[in-house]
């Protein structure tokens, strides 16, 4: 069983910075295909946020671009993602992701973090 437990969030003023980490445990049998980081506004789908691969390629949302780094531990069992410039629309309830190497693959979540921008 993988269990994956975010932490960093908080309440940030609008133009502020905020970390979160997201640590997986557990027996990850077929190896990790990608780390990554959704969120979910009140009333919106879940949106991708940025994810990475286990070569280091990294994709992100065009609303993100150049605000977050998305950034993993050597084994990938960790996975950061930094947000600078924070704005009211960041504001959302992030989840933690990991994508296994198995075919077809096993996506796990985390129970996700709050992060709350004030204008």
């Known amino acids: 069983q993988v269990r994956l437990v975010e932490s960093g969030g908080g309440l940030v003023q609008a133009g502020g910075s905020l970390r979160l980490s997201c640590v997986a445990s557990?027996?990850?049998?077929?190896?990790?295909?990608?780390r990554g980081w959704y969120r979910q506004a009140p009333g919106k789908q879940r949106e991708l946020v940025a994810t990475?691969?286990?070569?280091?390629?990294?994709n992100y949302a065009d609303a993100v671009k150049g605000r977050f780094t998305i950034s993993t531990t050597n084994d990938k069992n960790t996975v950061y993602l930094q947000m600078n410039s924070l704005k009211s629309e960041d504001t959302a309830v992030y989840y933690c992701?990991?994508?296994?190497?198995?075919?077809?693959?096993?996506?796990?979540w985390g129970q996700g973090t709050q992060v709350t921008v004030s204008s």
């Open positions: 557990g027996s990850i049998l077929f190896g990790i295909n990608a």
């Open positions: 992701n990991l994508q296994d190497s198995r075919y077809p693959s096993i996506d796990y």
């Open positions: 990475i691969t286990s070569a280091g390629a990294t």
